[in-house]
């Protein structure tokens, strides 16, 4: 029902813009989000979104560089990544849950996932 797309390959100080359609349903009413998990690390949410997307969170490594949108006409989420960094490759993810919080780490559960889409960032 998340479907991420987008990723590819591109050098250090290059941009990338990711999507995440939703389908089935509408995500309208759900905070949405981006993972990312590279090879060896776990996962870390690196953005966030309120439903009305007034509200987002970023992570300290991304923050000033990304940037999370939505379009809810569009059920589509984006996350405009600027000046990418080699540190910055990684497997990306879009998810969404019913409540926004600014917090890498709050407990609340993600209810739906995107298959993911590769990141990679030469040097």
């Known amino acids: 029902q998340l479907q991420a797309s987008g990723g590819g390959l591109v050098q250090a100080g290059g941009s990338l813009r990711l999507s995440c359609a939703a389908s089935g349903r509408s995500f309208s009413n759900y905070a949405m989000g981006w993972f990312r998990q590279a090879p060896g690390k776990e996962r870390e949410l690196v953005a966030h979104i309120s439903w009305s997307g007034g509200t987002t969170y970023y992570a300290d490594s991304v923050k000033g560089r990304f940037t999370i949108s939505r379009d809810n006409a569009k059920n589509t989420v984006f996350l405009q990544m600027n000046s990418l960094k080699p540190d910055d490759t990684a497997v990306y993810y879009c998810?969404?849950?019913?409540?926004?919080?600014?917090?890498?780490?709050?407990?609340?559960?993600?209810?739906?996932w995107g298959q993911g889409t590769q990141v990679t960032v030469s040097s």
């Open positions: 998810a969404a849950r019913q409540r926004f919080f600014a917090s890498a780490n709050h407990p609340f559960p993600w209810d739906y």
